[in-house]
Each structure stands twice: as structure tokens, then as C-alpha cells.
């Protein structure tokens, strides 16, 4: 079994900022990509940023220049470094990762975390 923990979410002020950690434990052989995304009430979840094992990112155009993804390979262990966060941020924000159960095969399936809030208040 794989888990996803995410931590970090709160309340912040408008212009300030947070940072968002996603932990990986369990049984698995290897990460492929992991990434962010966010649903706010009565919208579609959409992908906020993600990053490959090799370190390609890729981030919404809402929150590109402001928010930072990143990896720690070793801890299993993905962040996202929000700043100057604006009201319209606030959602749930879910991690998601890409993993290879099995280190003899290279089908990989797709897991999710719980989901931490995040508001930002005017």
C-alpha cells in the first residue's frame, strides 16, 4: 500500500505565503512524476504544478512567478513554496504522484492525498 500525507495548509493573509509538503511511505519501488492540484467549492480540480524524477516542471499559468515546486528524492517527499498568494488561491490542494509498485515492471499507477486547505483572506 502507498499513502500520501500533506501538510502545511492554513490561513495566510493575502500577499504572504505558505509552504506545502507531500510525504510518500509504504511499499513501492520508484516515483515517477508528482505534482499539486487544487479544487476550490463548485470547481473542477486543475493541476497547480507538477514535476518529473528528473526535475521538469510545469505550473499553471495562474501561478507561475509565484509558486515553486520542488523534490527531495531521498525523503519521497514533494513541495510547493507559494507566495504572494491572492484570495482566488484558496481551494483544498490534493497531491498527487505517479508510482512504480514493483521495481521489475514499469507500469506505474496513480495515487492521491487526503487533501489540506488553503485560504487566503483578503
Known amino acids: 500500500q502507498v499513502q500520501l500525507v500533506e501538510s502545511g495548509g492554513g490561513l495566510a493573509q493575502a500577499g504572504g505565503s505558505l509552504r506545502l509538503s507531500c510525504a510518500a511511505s509504504g511499499t513501492f519501488a520508484s516515483i515517477n512524476a508528482m505534482g499539486w492540484y487544487r479544487q476550490a467549492p463548485g470547481k473542477q480540480r486543475e493541476l497547480v504544478a507538477s514535476t518529473t524524477s528528473g526535475g521538469t516542471t510545469n505550473y499553471a499559468d495562474s501561478v507561475e512567478g509565484r509558486f515553486t515546486i520542488s523534490r527531495d528524492n531521498a525523503k519521497n517527499t514533494v513541495y510547493l513554496q507559494m507566495n504572494s498568494l491572492k484570495p482566488e488561491d484558496t481551494a483544498v490542494y490534493y497531491c498527487?504522484?505517479?508510482?512504480?509498485?514493483?521495481?521489475?515492471?514499469?507500469?506505474?499507477?496513480?495515487?492521491w492525498g487526503q487533501g489540506t486547505q488553503v485560504t487566503v483572506s483578503s
Open positions: 498527487n504522484a505517479d508510482i512504480i509498485l514493483r521495481s521489475w515492471s514499469t507500469i506505474s499507477r496513480d495515487y
